[in-house]
C-alpha cells in the first residue's frame, strides 16, 4: 500500500483517526490519562498499572499504542503525557477541553443498532440500553464549561439576576451536568430540569444529591406549560432533536417573565466561515449521527430566525468555536404573554 494520492490520504488519515479516538476514550475511560497528567516524571506501564488495578498487559499495549499514534511520548524513562494534550483530554475544566467530544464519538460508535434503523426503517430500539446518555455526558461536559467561564462573564445582567434568586429551567437537562455545574453557583436561585428520558433523569438526581436548589422531574419540552414565572431557560443541544422547534420556542416565550432569557446552545455549520475548516466539518460530517437520534443539524441562522419568530429580541451568537454557538435572547420588557 501507498500513501502517494490524496484519496489514500482520507483512508489513511480515516484509519488512524478511528484508532486515535478508541485510544483517547479508552485512556479517559480507565484513568491512565489522568495519572499520566498529573505525573511529575514519566511512567513506566507497571506504575500505570499498578495505581489503577488495571491489567499491565493492556496498559501496556495502550502506551504502546497511545505512543504510535502521537497521544503520549515515549522516553527513555517511561511515558509522559504533553502539557497542551493534558489541558485537551483530561482538564475538563478548561475552555479548551476536548476529551469529552472524543469520547462521545468512541461511545456513539457502539450503538450502530440506531444507524440500522436510520438506513434500514428497522424499530429503533430505546435508549436504555444504548451508549447514548453516556455519550451525552461526555459530548456536553465542554458545553457546560464554556457556559460558566466564557459565556456567563460576558452576561453581567444575568450573573446579577442568578446572584438575586432566580427560576432557572434546563429544558431537555439529560444527566444534570449543566445544572450540577451552575447551580452551586447561585444558592439563591431555584433549578429545574426536565427531560423525556427516566434514566437521565434518575442520573441527574443522583449527580445533585447534595445541591438543594436543584430538582428534576420527568417530562417533554413539547409540554411545557409555565406560564410567566422563569428567569432563565436553557435548551442545551436540544433543540436539533426536537419535532416542532417552534412551538417549543413559543412555550418557551410564554414560561419567561418579561426579561427573561433564553440560551440556546447548539453545534452548527457556521456558513459565514470556510464551510471546510475542521469545526465545520465536524459538524458536517456528524449529520448521520443527528439523524440516527431522529434529528438533523441546524444552521446558525435557522436557529436565530426560530428564536426570533417565538417573539423575542434578534439573539446574540457567541461563537465559542469547535462547532458550538450559544444563542442568548431576552422576552421584551412589558411583553404579557
Ligand atoms: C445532547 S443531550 C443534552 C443534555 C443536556 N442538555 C446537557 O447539556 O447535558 C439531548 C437531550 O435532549 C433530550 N430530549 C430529547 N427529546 C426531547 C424533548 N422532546 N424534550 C426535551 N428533551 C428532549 C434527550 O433525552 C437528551 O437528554
Not at 78 to 91: H, N
Not at 98 to 126: C, I, N, P
Request: hydrophobic residues 40%; charged residues 25%.
Amino acid at each position: 500500500m501507498t500513501n502517494t494520492d490524496g484519496y489514500s490520504m482520507v483512508a489513511w488519515e480515516s484509519l488512524i483517526g478511528f484508532w486515535r479516538v478508541w485510544v483517547i476514550h479508552l485512556g479517559r475511560r480507565y484513568g491512565i490519562l489522568e495519572v499520566l497528567s498529573k505525573a511529575r516524571a514519566p511512567l513506566e506501564g507497571g506504575e500505570i498499572a499498578g495505581s489503577l488495578n488495571l491489567n499491565p498487559y493492556a496498559v501496556d499495549a495502550w502506551l504502546e499504542s497511545a505512543s504510535a499514534l502521537k497521544v503520549v511520548k515515549k522516553t527513555s524513562r517511561g511515558y509522559r503525557l504533553p502539557r497542551a494534550l493534558a489541558t485537551l483530554l483530561v482538564d475538563d475544566e478548561n475552555p479548551k477541553f476536548m476529551g469529552g467530544l472524543v469520547s462521545y464519538y468512541a461511545l456513539r460508535s457502539l450503538d450502530f443498532d440506531a444507524f440500522d434503523a436510520l438506513f434500514l426503517g428497522e424499530t429503533h430500539s430505546d435508549t436504555h440500553g444504548s451508549h447514548l446518555s453516556e455519550a451525552f455526558v461526555e459530548g456536553t461536559r465542554w458545553d457546560h464549561t464554556v457556559f460558566l467561564k466564557t459565556l456567563l462573564p460576558k452576561l453581567s445582567t444575568l450573573r446579577r439576576k442568578l446572584d438575586a434568586g432566580s427560576n432557572v429551567l434546563d429544558l431537555g437537562c439529560g444527566a444534570g451536568g449543566w445544572i450540577a455545574k451552575v447551580a452551586p453557583h447561585y444558592p439563591k436561585s431555584h433549578f429545574i430540569g426536565v427531560d423525556p428520558d427516566e434514566h437521565s433523569i434518575q442520573e441527574a438526581r443522583e449527580k445533585c444529591r447534595s445541591i438543594p436548589n436543584a430538582e428534576f422531574t420527568l417530562g417533554r419540552a413539547e409540554e411545557l406549560d409555565f406560564e410567566g414565572v422563569i428567569d432563565l431557560i436553557y435548551l442545551g443541544e436540544v433543540l436539533y432533536v426536537i419535532k416542532d422547534k417552534q412551538s417549543v420556542l413559543n412555550a418557551c416565550y410564554r414560561a419567561l417573565k418579561p426579561n427573561g432569557y433564553i440560551v440556546v446552545c447548539e453545534a452548527v455549520c457556521d456558513p459565514g466561515r470556510n464551510t471546510w475548516r475542521d469545526e465545520n466539518t465536524l459538524v458536517r460530517g456528524a449529520l448521520l449521527d443527528y439523524m440516527a437520534q431522529g434529528g438533523r443539524t441546524l444552521g446558525r441562522r435557522d436557529i436565530s430566525q426560530l428564536i426570533a419568530n417565538a417573539g423575542f429580541a434578534k439573539p446574540r451568537e457567541h461563537n465559542m468555536h469547535g462547532g458550538l454557538f450559544f444563542f442568548v435572547s431576552r422576552k421584551p420588557a412589558g411583553s404579557t404573554a
